[in-house]
Nanobody
Framework: QVQLVESGGGLVQAGGSLRLSCATS?????MGWFRQAPGKEREFVAA????????SYADSVKGRFTISRDNAKNTVYLQMNSLKPEDTAVYYC?????????????????WGQGTRVTVSS
C-alpha cells in the first residue's frame, strides 16, 4: 500500500509563504498537488514527473508556486510564495504510476490525507 504523508500547511497572512511536503513510500512516482476550497471542486495546482523533467502548473499559481522533488528522500515539495486569500484550501498530494495528462486528477492512483492552508487578508 502506497502511503503519502503531507505536511507544512498552516495559517499565513496574504503575501506570505509556506512550503508543503509530501513523503511517499516505495518507488518513485509522478506526483501532483491538488487543492479543494470550501464549496468548490478539487483543482489541479502543480505536478512533476518521476525524473523531474516535466513540470506543469495551473495558471492561477504560475510564477508564485514551485514544485520540486528529492528522489533520494522520496519527497515532493510545493513552495508557495505571494500567497493570496484565494489560495485557501485543503492541499492534497497525489501519486501515479502511469502516464497521461499531468493536470488530470483521474490519472492519479494514490492520494494523501490533505493539509490545510489558510491565507488571511
Amino acid at each position: 500500500q502506497v502511503q503519502l504523508v503531507e505536511s507544512g500547511g498552516g495559517l499565513v497572512q496574504a503575501g506570505g509563504s509556506l512550503r508543503l511536503s509530501c513523503a511517499t513510500s516505495g518507488r518513485t512516482y509522478t506526483m501532483g498537488w491538488f487543492r479543494q476550497a470550501p464549496g468548490k471542486e478539487r483543482e489541479f495546482v502543480a505536478a512533476i514527473s518521476s525524473s523531474g523533467s516535466r513540470i506543469s502548473y495551473a495558471d492561477s499559481v504560475k510564477g508564485r508556486f514551485t514544485i520540486s522533488r528529492d528522489n533520494a528522500k522520496n519527497t515532493v515539495y510545493l513552495q508557495m510564495n505571494s500567497l493570496k486569500p484565494e489560495d485557501t484550501a485543503v492541499y492534497y498530494c497525489a501519486a501515479r504510476l502511469g502516464g497521461g495528462l499531468l493536470y488530470s486528477s483521474v490519472t492519479y492512483n494514490y492520494w494523501g490525507q490533505g493539509t490545510r492552508v489558510t491565507v488571511s487578508s
